[in-house]
C-alpha cells in the first residue's frame, strides 16, 4: 500500500518561504516520479512541479523561477522549496507519486496559505 504523507505547510507573508516535504512508503521511491500539484478554492487542482526518476523536472510556468522540486531517495523523500510566495500562491498542496505502469497516488494535502 503506497502512502503518501505531506508536511511544510503553514501560514507564511508575501515574499517569504516555505519547504514543503512528502515522504513515500510502500513502494520503490526511486523508481516514481514524484509531483507537486495544489487546489486553490473555487478552481481546479493544477500541476506544480514534477521531477522523474531520473531527475529532470517540470514547472508550472506561474511558479517558474521560485519553486524548487527535490528528491532524496534515500529518505524517500521529495521537496518543494517555495520561494518568493504571493497570496495567489494560496492553495492545498498535494504530492503525488507515480509508478508506471500503475495508478497515480496522492497524500492529504497540506495547507499553505500566503498573506498580503
Known amino acids: 500500500q503506497v502512502q503518501l504523507v505531506e508536511s511544510g505547510g503553514g501560514l507564511v507573508q508575501a515574499g517569504g518561504s516555505l519547504r514543503l516535504s512528502c515522504t513515500a512508503s510502500?513502494?520503490?521511491?526511486?523508481?516514481?516520479?514524484m509531483g507537486w500539484y495544489r487546489q486553490a478554492p473555487g478552481k481546479q487542482r493544477e500541476l506544480v512541479a514534477t521531477m522523474t526518476s531520473g531527475g529532470s523536472t517540470n514547472y508550472a510556468n506561474s511558479v517558474k523561477g521560485r519553486f524548487t522540486i527535490s528528491r532524496d531517495n534515500a529518505k524517500n523523500t521529495v521537496y518543494l522549496q517555495m520561494n518568493s510566495l504571493k497570496p495567489e500562491d494560496t492553495a492545498t498542496y498535494y504530492c503525488?507519486?507515480?509508478?508506471?505502469?500503475?495508478?497515480?497516488?496522492w497524500g492529504q494535502g497540506t495547507q499553505v496559505t500566503v498573506s498580503s
Open positions: 503525488c507519486s507515480t509508478l508506471l505502469p500503475g495508478p497515480t497516488r
Open positions: 510502500g513502494t520503490i521511491f526511486s523508481l516514481n516520479a
